[in-house]
């Protein structure tokens, strides 16, 4: 059974750090793994996201701020977050994609993505 497990999150101050991992289980191969956001009251973004042959894409709003990496020896999926700002207070999802691949232009769309974790709280207060 394939799972997604994130952890990390937590409360900062503008400025501030913090390191999302996404420990997945249950499968071998993925064609890419993402990081997506929800704020209340709006919806599902695309944060940043990695494909097979490791190329990496990020939102606007987060580049230069957020990378995404993962460590396939540990089955483990990063978002290094520097710089944090009001505005990226929200849950963090990891998601993955087992289905085949995608075209890099859909990397941060969700529909792209088939399994997904239950989330962790980042807030971030100014």
């Known amino acids: 059974q394939v799972k997604l497990v994130e952890s990390g999150g937590g409360s900062v101050q503008a400025g501030g750090s913090l390191r999302l991992l996404c420990a997945t289980s249950?499968?071998?191969?993925?064609?890419?793994m993402g990081w997506f956001r929800q704020a209340p009251g709006k919806v599902r973004e695309g944060v940043a996201a990695i494909d097979s042959s490791g190329r990496t894409v990020a939102a606007d709003s987060v580049k230069g701020r957020f990378t995404i990496s993962q460590d396939d020896a540990k089955n483990t999926l990063y978002l290094q977050m520097n710089n944090l700002k009001p505005e990226d207070t929200a849950m963090y999802y990891c998601?993955?994609?087992?289905?085949?691949?995608?075209?890099?232009?859909?990397?941060?769309?969700?529909?792209?993505?088939?399994?997904w974790g239950q989330g962790t709280q980042v807030t971030v207060s100014s």
């Open positions: 998601a993955a994609r087992t289905i085949g691949r995608v075209d890099s232009v859909y990397l941060l769309a969700d529909w792209a993505y088939n399994y």
């Open positions: 249950g499968y071998n191969y993925k064609n890419a």
